[in-house]
């Protein structure tokens, strides 16, 4: 008999505790998917990954701004012994003793010549800040992709279970049915058992359906930041009328669109850029100071007005000896970025085909599966008719009720299946979050 079939079905999913739903929720997917992308702590954090590179960018812009400093020193003094060439050796006239000095001073330093470091080093980090965003789409397109998953999968569940509970009531009239036919003696006690051993089966398929329900149930719940008592309805028409925009044949859209291949070729400026501030320590810094100064010791000097102005040169000749290695170590990181966006295309053009076939067969197999459904449901009347006019036996038609909702569990799983396989083509291409329109989230 092929009763057993039913308990594969819980190899589609996992298990795990179980919780108390109490608030039924309907939620179309592109609403979970908004959600996930304001709520979730994963974008949250990519996010915040963007925003501290936005103010590294600005930080680095300061540098080009002058430097303007203020400093102020009052100190008292003790009795000090004082000597000074501005009096004459002969004279009887006594220094006079201050009791304290104060000194004031302005300086302003503007960068003119530092070896191009200041802009290269802005623009590193833009390159870097863009990097950063880029990243932060991923996330957000990665978030979109499970949100999916798991829409899905509570939906193949909680159509598993109306099935099942479809199946179970035919199941249990059978057995209703057989208990009188066997008290008149019309049929064996075996076939009776038989029809209750289904209704068992059942049983533990449908305890097994709830469960995956549950599962995929929270992992939503959790992922969208809803009540942890929040459960979750989902209707075929918010997710089998998926968008059927053109389907990508090739790598070409994931070329232009993946967000982790644009975050390489940023990284890819930001690693030239950080070569090129190596190569600017072979270059002299020149900058304009200027000031302004306040003297007074008391009852000994006053200076005012003291205002200067000029340019000053730094070169540091050891530097220019030991740059060189910063400059190979520059090099051979901006060889690992290479490296890396081209390892990444390959896996792209890999990632692509291998989405691109999976779709393909998730379709094939759903013709098949859907065409299946009308083949069970008709050998199932056949044998149905069979057996009330004695030509098929008990495990006849217990296995043809099987193999009825088999089909049709398999017809629910695979036109999902088709789904996902979709979304994953988009999301491998990098074109989900143009689907859904969420770029403006």
Not at 41 to 52: G, H, I, P, R, Y
């Amino acid at each position: 008999m092929k009763v057993s079939y039913l308990i594969l079905f819980g190899g589609f999913f996992v298990g795990i505790s179980s919780i108390t739903a109490q608030e039924k929720t309907n939620l179309k997917l592109e609403e979970a998917i908004q959600l996930a992308w304001t709520k979730s702590n994963e974008v949250t954090l990519a996010n915040t990954k963007a925003d501290t590179k936005k103010h590294e960018l600005q930080s680095a812009k300061n540098n080009q701004y002058p430097d303007l400093t203020l400093s102020g020193q009052f100190l008292g003094l003790n009795e000090p012994t004082i000597s000074s060439s501005l009096i004459n050796g002969d004279s009887s006239e006594e220094m006079p003793v201050p009791g304290h000095i104060a000194i004031g001073q302005a300086s302003l330093k503007v960068p003119i010549f530092s070896g191009f470091k200041i802009q290269n080093s802005i623009k590193l980090q833009d390159n870097l800040f863009q990097a950063e965003n880029a990243m932060a789409s991923k996330t957000k397109e990665d978030v979109a992709m499970r949100v999916i998953n798991y829409y899905a999968n509570l939906y193949k569940s909680q159509r598993t279970i109306e099935l099942i509970k479809e199946n179970q009531k035919s199941a249990q009239q059978r057995v209703t049915d057989f208990i009188a036919l066997e008290k008149n003696g019309i049929i064996p006690r075996n076939d009776l058992l038989k029809a209750q051993l289904q209704v068992s089966r059942l049983q533990l398929s449908l305890d097994e359906a709830i469960n995956n329900e549950t599962i995929f149930n929270y992992y939503l719940v959790t992922l969208l930041k809803l009540p942890t008592g929040t459960k979750l309805v989902v209707n075929e028409s918010d997710l089998i009328n998926f968008p059927k925009d053109e389907i990508p044949t090739d790598e070409k859209p994931a070329f232009e669109n993946r967000k982790d291949l644009e975050a390489l070729k940023f990284q890819e400026k930001a690693s030239l850029n950080h070569l090129k501030m190596a190569q600017s320590n072979y270059y002299p810094t020149i900058a304009l100071t200027g000031g302004y100064a306040a003297l007074n010791i008391q009852h000994v000097l006053t200076v005012q007005n003291a205002m200067f102005l000029g340019v000053g040169v730094s070169y540091d000749l050891s530097g220019i000896l030991k740059n060189g290695t910063e400059v190979k170590v520059a090099k051979s990181k901006t060889l690992e970025v290479q490296n890396s966006e081209e390892l990444l295309k390959d896996n792209i053009r890999v990632q692509v085909q291998q989405a691109i076939t999976n779709y393909d067969l998730a379709v094939k197999q759903s013709i098949v599966l859907t065409e299946a459904v009308g083949q069970s449901t008709e050998n199932y009347r056949i044998v149905k008719d069979k057996n009330e006019n004695g030509l098929a036996d008990t495990n006849d038609l217990l296995d043809a009720d099987v193999e009825q909702l088999r089909a049709k569990i398999s017809e629910t799983i695979s036109k999902v299946d088709v789904i996902q396989k979709y979304y994953e083509l988009l999301s491998t291409t990098g074109q989900l979050s143009q689907t859904f329109n969420l770029s403006k989230i």
